[in-house]
C-alpha cells in the first residue's frame, strides 16, 4: 500500500516549489519629451514593492537633464537594477530571465520603429522583443504629435504583436490643478495595465453634483 496519503503528497509537491520572487518590471527610458512620465513610473514602483530593471537611452539621458532637476544617479537609485543600454549580456537581453513586463515610457517613434522591425540593436529594442517572445506584457508610452502614417503604421504593427500603444493623452475630467495631477493619472492608468493601483488619481465614478 502506498505510504503517502494524496495530502502528503500534495504538501510535498507544493514544498518544492521555489519560494514566489518579488514582481519584476523592466522601465525603459528614450529621448521622447515627457522623461517626468518615467520617473512617476519608477516612484510608484519603488512604492508598490515592483523589482524594477532600468535601462535609459542616451537621448532620455539629455531630455532627463533638459526636463526636469533630477540627475541620472538619482533616478539610477530608484531602480533594484539598472543596465546600460549597450549591454546585450544584461539579464533582460534573455528570455530564460523571467520578468513580469516592460514599460517604456517615455517612447520615442525612432524607438517604436527599431521594437517593430524587431532588429535589437540596443538593450531596450532586444528587452522588448524579448517581452514581446515571451508573451509578456510590453506597453509603449509613446509620445510624438502629429503622427505620420509610419507612425500609425509602426503602432498598429507593434499592436498586433502584443504590445499596448499607451500615449500618455491627459485626462481633463480629473479636473487637474496641475501638470503633476496630469501626470500622476497618466502613469496610474498605465500602471492599471499590469494590475497595479498606484492610489495617487481619482477614479471616475459618474458624474458628481456641481458644487462637491
Ligand atoms: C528635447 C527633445 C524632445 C524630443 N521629443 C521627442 C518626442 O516627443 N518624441 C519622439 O519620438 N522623439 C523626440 N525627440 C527625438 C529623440 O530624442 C530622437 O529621435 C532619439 O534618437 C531617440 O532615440 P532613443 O529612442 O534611443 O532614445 C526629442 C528630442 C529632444 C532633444
Not at 25 to 41: E, H, N, Y
Not at 47 to 61: F, Y
Not at 102 to 127: E, F
Request: aromatic share 6%; with cysteine; charged share 25%.
Amino acid at each position: 500500500m502506498d505510504s503517502f496519503s494524496s495530502n502528503d503528497r500534495l504538501s510535498t509537491e507544493t514544498s518544492m516549489q521555489p519560494p514566489r520572487r518579488r514582481r519584476r518590471i523592466i522601465v525603459a527610458f528614450t529621448g521622447a519629451t515627457g522623461s517626468i512620465l518615467g520617473i512617476k513610473t519608477l516612484l510608484a514602483l519603488r512604492r508598490l514593492n515592483i523589482e524594477t530593471h532600468l535601462v535609459i537611452s542616451k537621448w532620455a539621458e539629455a531630455t532627463i537633464k533638459y526636463e526636469t532637476d533630477y540627475t541620472i544617479p538619482n533616478i539610477r537609485a530608484l531602480a533594484d537594477h539598472v543596465y546600460n543600454i549597450n549591454d546585450m549580456s544584461a539579464p533582460i537581453a534573455s528570455g530564460s530571465f523571467r520578468v513580469d513586463g516592460m514599460v517604456v515610457v517615455p517612447c520615442s517613434v525612432k524607438t517604436l520603429a527599431s521594437i517593430n522591425s524587431g532588429i535589437c540593436d540596443d538593450l531596450i529594442s532586444r528587452a522588448a522583443d524579448v517581452v514581446l517572445k515571451e508573451r509578456r506584457k510590453l506597453v509603449l508610452a509613446v509620445r510624438e504629435t502629429p503622427l505620420s502614417v509610419i507612425h500609425l503604421q509602426n503602432m498598429l504593427s507593434v499592436s498586433q504583436a502584443g504590445a499596448i500603444i499607451f500615449p500618455p493623452v491627459p485626462a481633463f475630467y480629473v479636473k487637474p490643478s496641475s501638470v503633476d495631477d496630469l501626470v500622476d493619472h497618466s502613469v496610474g492608468r498605465m500602471l492599471d495595465l499590469f494590475d497595479l493601483d498606484t492610489g495617487d488619481f481619482d477614479r471616475w465614478e459618474g458624474w458628481k453634483k456641481p458644487g462637491r
